[in-house]
């Protein structure tokens, strides 16, 4: 089931091991230099979650799935030390959805 959701609303012409080494470099850069960077880990992953919520619950209103969006990258955020750079991002985040 949870693959086929990913499946859905991942690019498949997304480069995964690009955008690993990416998304750890955005990581590494949040935590040790500049807590802004984060806003750029909020734009690539907004339209990603926001799909998967109204795929989800479709039935929400996009004030509610913009509140919810707010908790996942706040959980998100407060997560960031304990970031695996061994596994895709978006599979990290997983357990915090």
Do not use: C
């Amino acid at each position: 089931m949870a693959e086929s959701i990913w499946r859905k609303i991942w690019p498949q012409n997304r480069s995964t091991t690009r955008s690993h080494d990416a998304d750890a470099l955005l990581v590494y850069r949040t935590l040790h230099e500049d807590k802004e960077v984060f806003d750029l880990i909020v734009e690539a992953y907004s339209p990603i979650f926001y799909s998967l919520i109204k795929r989800v619950t479709p039935n929400r209103s996009p004030e509610s799935i913009e509140d919810d969006l707010q908790e996942i990258f706040l959980r998100i955020y407060r997560a960031l030390l304990h970031f695996v750079t061994a596994i895709p991002f978006f599979l990290g985040l997983t357990p915090l959805l």
